[in-house]
């Protein structure tokens, strides 16, 4: 348990969390959703607080939030950011965390105008448990947000090295991590790509005046590599010097890869591929030959209980 979380926390909360937004963009939302009329707000499996702590200052003064998750030392750190960051509102009593699931949250019906989750929804086996809870909670007229990512797509696209790959290699990386997210379905580990079918979600849950936007934040990388964002970039790809098998948990994604149909030597072939062209990525950085976009889909879905 004490390894599973500490493998959480290097996979959710490194450091490019810090730089997922664009300040303006979330004025937009803000203004998009009159977050200012907002008395209140909940953050379901909020983590450290990330995201709740970008919406909070665009809410009615005096607003209260709550943020939830079922890991209570998550809970902990968040309330020490907060106290950090907003220590008037956390001595009034206006931000609190409660450790509860998702799919059975220990909170009044039609308590919120806002509830909101950010990456949450991707990990649950039921995701629409965890919504029409989200839903449950929602005052009448409510707004309910949900930003999840379409992460398939994300780790398929292209950068400097991946464009010139051939087409059998892209095809074989394809199939990986079509495999690995069918696997991670299947074993109740939730669907990394869920974004893509949120509006429909929130249709089938009875929810109205769906929006649906897409985040405009990319990760680009280009030399000199300059600034902290660009470190917290590179750092996944750091990470392969210190390690034979790079960012990723060997076991969870072997787990994975087997469920959702693989074999071991594909996925040894595999790793062993990606570890090769890290070392190249590696070379290619520090003479400052290595580019990318750094593009990730993430959707941003809003509607109202009726
Ligand atoms: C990827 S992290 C996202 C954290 C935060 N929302 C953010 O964007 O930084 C997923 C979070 O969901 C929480 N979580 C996962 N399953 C949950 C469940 N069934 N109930 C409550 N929280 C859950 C995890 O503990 C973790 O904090």
Request: net charge negative; charged share 25%.
């Amino acid at each position: 348990m004490e390894n599973e979380k500490k493998e959480q926390k290097s996979a959710w909360f490194r450091d490019q969390r810090d730089f997922w937004w664009n300040d303006d963009f979330i004025d937009l939302l803000a203004q998009r959703w009159r977050l200012a009329d907002a008395e209140s707000l909940a953050d379901i499996g909020c983590g450290l607080g990330h995201w709740s702590r970008l919406l909070f200052p665009h809410l009615r003064s005096g607003a209260r939030l709550l943020g939830v998750d079922r890991q209570g030392e998550w809970l902990r750190c968040a309330r020490e950011i907060f106290n950090d960051a907003y220590p008037a509102s956390v001595a009034a009593g206006r931000v609190e965390f409660q450790q509860s699931d998702a799919t059975a949250l220990a909170v009044c019906s039609d308590a919120f105008d806002v509830v909101t989750c950010q990456t949450l929804l991707m990990h649950l086996a039921e995701p629409f448990e965890g919504l029409n809870e989200m839903i449950r909670i929602t005052r009448p007229r409510g707004l309910v947000i949900c930003v999840e990512p379409s992460n398939l797509f994300n780790m398929l696209s292209f950068d400097s090295f991946t464009s010139e790959n051939d087409t059998e290699t892209l095809v074989q990386d394809y199939e990986f991590w079509l495999r690995f997210q069918r696997g991670r379905i299947a074993l109740g580990k939730g669907d990394i790509s869920l974004g893509e079918l949120l509006p429909g979600m929130f249709a089938q849950s009875g929810l109205t005046d769906i929006r649906v936007h897409l985040r405009d934040k990319a990760f680009p990388l280009y030399p000199p590599y300059a600034g902290a964002e660009q470190s917290a970039t590179l750092e996944p790809i750091h990470e392969w010097e210190k390690s034979e098998t790079g960012p990723w948990d060997y076991d969870q994604v072997r787990r994975y890869f087997l469920a959702g149909g693989g074999d071991e030597a594909t996925l040894a072939a595999q790793f062993s591929r990606m570890r090769e062209e890290a070392q190249r990525q590696s070379r290619a950085i520090s003479d400052g030959r290595y580019h990318s976009a750094g593009g990730a889909t993430v959707y941003i879905v809003s509607g109202r209980k009726p």
